[in-house]
């Protein structure tokens, strides 16, 4: 069974700096490789990953600018953009906007993933051309580590593991007949399959109030501009607290 665990990252101003590099590098890919396959479809055309992962391999001749983030995030990048065409249709994919879309990106291969504890609350994990990273030890990975995604979220950066936790699950419950299935959303924290509701507010009185008035703030700015920026990205703050305390998504 694979599973997801997402760890709140502990970088330092230059992992930082070429976490931020790699996403705009990324990002650029995408909507490039998306503007490519439009053209390709408008002529009666197609375009698969296979030619787009050997144009790549030209560009970063052509322009350095692509070495500097890492080879299989790039193809990975491309990976999921012909999963997105395919699922969804190659002029429905959406732009990955540098405003509205927040950094990520994907290492695909284990073999390049080292994790280790290195204290009661720490681990590290060691990524292409970011070296060892510090993180938040919350829980145990709890399985076999597939791949590592680092994204930025609320000004936070985070890495989450894709992990195969079937080695380590039991081939039967420890107690049957107690078993009880829960439900975790956004309007209810937990509903248990026995009908009990579990809840609590996860926001503060006083972050009400100031995520109110950042929202009318919000309305009164420009878009594009830096006082927008910077309200949206305290808008994004408040709800990142909120979100950690409600424990979702799982880290």
Known sequence: MLSGRRYLLDLSPAQAEMCEEFGNICRSVWNTG?????????????????????????????HEWLKAAPSHALQQTLRDLDRACREHGTFKVRWRSKDRWSPAFRFPDAKQISVERVGRKWGRVKLPK?????????????????SATVSCKAGRWF????????????????????????DRGVKTAAVTSDGAFH??????????????????????????????AKTRAALNRIMGRVADRRGAPPR
């Open 199 to 228: 809840d609590r507010e996860f926001i503060t009185a006083g972050e009400t109030v100031r995520y109110r008035r950042l929202q009318q703030q919000l309305a009164r700015t420009k878009k594009a501009s830096a006082n927008r």
């Open 34 to 62: 998306l503007r490519q396959r439009r053209e390709y479809r408008r002529r009666g055309a197609w375009m698969n990953y296979a030619p787009q992962c050997a144009e790549l391999a030209d560009a970063k001749r052509e």
């Open 159 to 182: 890495v989450s593991f894709l992990v195969d936790a079937s080695a380590v699950t039991p081939e039967k419950h420890a107690m049957p007949g107690t078993a009880v299935g829960i």
């Open 130 to 146: 970011l070296g060892w990273v510090r993180f938040r030890w919350s829980r145990p990975p709890g399985g076999e580590i597939r």
